[in-house]
């Protein structure tokens, strides 16, 4: 199994090239926090060899070897593993969404959820859904349906114990905000953050995406300081581009990933060795230019027109 190990400062950051469902290389309750977006079963890059067009099923993808039901079985081992690593001040966030089909007689794969009856069996308790609104979304509406422009943050724990740092992210209350009782409940810090969270998603350019699914910066470190405290340690089980482990070399955390497409092994240690800025990548997450804007929704176009077929 090919690892990468960096180590700053009291700080270390380990990626293992290697599948998920075995994390016994992390301690039994080591992790304080875990977030992560497991990859959407029809688009998985697991399997390389397609089911055959005899044996497809309505939910059988094209692309790869594996029904719904089978992305649940392997997800509920996931699942296992991150319920043991995770310690019992710590906090599990899962980002995910429903498959909306515009085919298959319409209806909706309700991947959230079934994570949730999942992880609740496990002794991982919902203890609370947020909404990720994406800035810039799918921008075209199929079928009977809305245009989608969000997606779930589910936040799982042990117990009622973890960690909850709420004074490291309040806001800024809004200009002339006043309260209707006057100004006896304005913290002197900021107000909470509100379950809707919203960002753009980070803008890559260049002839190639680095990876189909970058957190926004902001997203993942709003997390890292609500639930956990310096030096404590960060998961990503499927780490994708190292953002996460990269935002807790950012602050101060140490990060451990795991990701099973080694194409990803030179963006993920180029994430965590340094701030990128240029060569793929833009780390703005305001960015408005039309340009970038207009890259992102042919991509997000591109992505939904392959769940749909």
Known sequence: MKSYNHKSGTNEYIVHYSDCKDMSKIKDGQIQLIFTSPPYYNLKDYST??????????HSPKEYNQTYEEYLIEMLQVWKECA?????????????DVIKYK??????????FDFISQCTKLGLGCKDIWIYKKLTGVP????????????YLLVFSKNNRYKWNIDDVREPYPKNYIYPEGHKRRN?????????????PPFQTGNHHYHYCPFPDGMVDRAIKLFTDK???VLDPFLGSGKVVSRAKALSRNGIGYEINEHFNTIIEKMISQTIHGSGLINKETSTKKSNRQTLSNFLMEKQQKVEE
């Open 49 to 58: 060899k397609p089911r055959k067009q005899e044996n497809q099923t309505p």
């Open 84 to 96: 043991r690593v995770l310690s019992n001040t710590g906090v599990l966030i899962v980002n995910i």
């Open 103 to 112: 085919t298959k007689g319409g209806n909706i794969i309700p991947i959230p």
């Open 140 to 151: 075209f509406q199929f079928g009977k349906k809305l245009k989608n422009r969000h997606e």
């Open 188 to 200: 002197s810090i900021g107000q909470a953050p509100s379950s809707v969270w919203e960002y753009f």
């Open 231 to 233: 030096n404590d340690w």
